[in-house]
């Protein structure tokens, strides 16, 4: 499991509130900039489509397991196909009413050390502006935010 | 090992043995575990059970370790959930010690699997209890049934 | 190597009182000095505003700003250690506290400790022996007008370690 990542944030939402903003693109699009598309059922493809309305797919998948709003786990793939998938689990636990504990868990990434680098700078960000996203209504552009000298 | 844990650290100004005697004997546990009570001896070896009212027996499992009124470790399977009870047997470790004024009470509470319902289950009820029992130890009141008026439905 | 983390962490309790006592415990000076380890809280209560937490020589200990002010709902801040030389290059964390109605006059307080920007594993230990001994402390004040005495948690070995590490 060296090459796992285990992200936990506490988000004020319902679960289901949290589901669809992993699972409805125009959601995803405000605060992770891309459009993630797919009708989430077990096998079927998903597609993380750049934000600009190109349709390019930066990312894609297979639905492994779908079990709304509580867990969703997809491959996630380099569409170029030039090395092995990896794995990402959305865990959507109650912690309390009115307060989810979300766990994102990539995994599968030894054969991918490139990939490895980027989602661990990446999923901070994301989750940190898809709490922003969810208890607010307001999310930052993430790409663009400079790292703090 | 990939495992799901909940640790909790309360002080209670209340001497350590009657923090002991509150969480391991029924007549204080009623007061203070909305009304929910455990029988067992507490001995190494021996069966515990949990009690509430609305539902009878909801958890069961057996004391591993004792050493009053410092330790306890439980084995502890939930018993009336059917998705909480296929995940199987979790591990409760009660430790108390004396700090100044005050009882420090630790609750470790884990089982073997990742992202496990049952710890999502106990990570929102131990506050709750744990708070009652401070509570009841320290103002001699312990909290109502603290649940949503939906939660109290489905229960 | 440093191992970072952006892993929270959470502390919830529940207290006979209302959301109104508790933030007020929770922002006024003389409350803070009586169960957040001796020190004093202040703030200009509004979004952007600044917040500290003073010891009781006076220096700052905690130096932050608040992110969301909701009286009495939630409070949120970010939390940048400026007592501690050891600690003062962290990034900052954010803080927040939210109270609850939980039915028949108690309340829930969540404490949120979170780390956007990844702090050393070894670190997360401070805030867990550190927030359960305040909030304990913010509990008996409320429910029964007194603080017993308690001494700081020492941090856990691996965040002396780190400390140490660091000019401490």
Redesign the interface.
């Known amino acids: 499991?060296s090459n796992a990542f285990?992200?936990?944030?506490?988000i004020?939402a319902t679960p289901q509130k949290v589901w669809d903003a992993i699972t409805k693109p125009e959601f995803a699009h405000k605060y992770w900039m891309h459009y993630n598309v797919s009708d989430w059922k077990k096998g079927s493809r998903w597609e993380h489509q750049n934000g600009d309305h190109s349709g390019k797919v930066m990312i894609d998948g297979t639905v492994l397991e779908s079990d709304p709003p509580r867990?969703l786990v997809t491959t996630w793939t380099r569409p170029d196909k030039s090395k092995e998938p990896s794995r990402v689990?959305y865990?959507i636990?109650?912690?309390?009413?009115?307060?989810v504990?979300l766990?994102v868990?990539h995994d599968q990434l030894e054969h991918d050390p490139g990939m490895a680098e980027s989602v661990s700078g990446g999923w901070?960000k994301v989750?940190?502006n898809l709490k922003s996203f969810v208890e607010t209504g307001k999310a930052e552009n993430i790409w663009l935010i400079k790292n703090?000298g | 090992m990939?495992n799901s844990s909940f640790v909790y650290v309360t002080y209670i100004r209340a001497p350590q043995q009657k923090v002991w005697d509150a969480l391991t004997k029924p007549e204080f546990q009623k007061q203070y575990w909305f009304g929910g009570h455990q029988e067992s001896t507490w001995k190494k070896g021996a069966e515990w059970k949990m009690f509430m009212p609305q539902h009878g027996l909801t958890d069961s499992g057996e004391i591993l370790e004792s050493d009053p009124p410092n330790r306890v470790v439980i084995k502890w399977r939930n018993e009336f959930r059917p998705n909480l009870k296929e995940e199987g047997y979790s591990r409760c470790v009660m430790e108390l010690s004396t700090e100044d004024e005050l009882t420090k009470l630790t609750i470790s509470h884990t089982i073997e699997k990742?992202?496990a319902?049952f710890i999502?289950a106990v990570?929102?009820g131990w506050p709750r209890i744990l708070s009652s029992l401070q509570s009841y130890l320290e103002t001699g009141r312990a909290h109502g049934d603290t649940r949503?008026p939906?939660?109290q439905a489905h229960k | 190597m440093a191992k970072l983390t952006?892993?929270?962490t959470?502390y919830?309790t529940y207290i006979a009182t209302t959301p109104e006592k508790c933030w007020q415990a929770l922002t006024d000076a003389k409350f803070s000095a009586q169960y957040f380890f001796g020190q004093k809280i202040e703030g200009d209560w509004r979004e952007g505003g600044k917040i500290r937490y003073r010891t009781a020589d006076g220096g700052e200990h905690i130096e932050g700003e608040i992110l969301a002010c909701d009286p009495p709902r939630l409070l949120r801040f970010t939390w940048r250690i400026v007592g501690m030389p050891a600690l003062r290059h962290l990034?900052d964390c954010i803080v927040s506290y939210?109270l609850?109605a939980a039915g028949e006059g108690v309340i829930?307080l969540?404490m949120?400790e979170?780390h956007?920007?990844?702090i050393d594993q070894r670190l997360l230990g401070g805030g867990r022996s550190g927030w359960p001994a305040i909030l304990s402390g913010l509990k008996s004040l409320l429910e029964t007008g007194a603080v017993p005495k308690i001494t700081p948690p020492t941090p856990p070995q691996e965040m002396l370690d780190y400390m140490k590490e660091h000019g401490a």
């Open positions: 499991m285990v992200y936990v944030t506490y004020y867990r689990t865990d636990a109650e912690y309390n009413p009115g307060l504990c766990t868990t901070p989750l940190s703090k | 990939a990742e992202n319902q999502q990570s929102g949503s939906a939660a | 952006t892993e929270p959470i919830v990034p939210r609850e829930r969540t949120l979170e956007p920007e990844g």
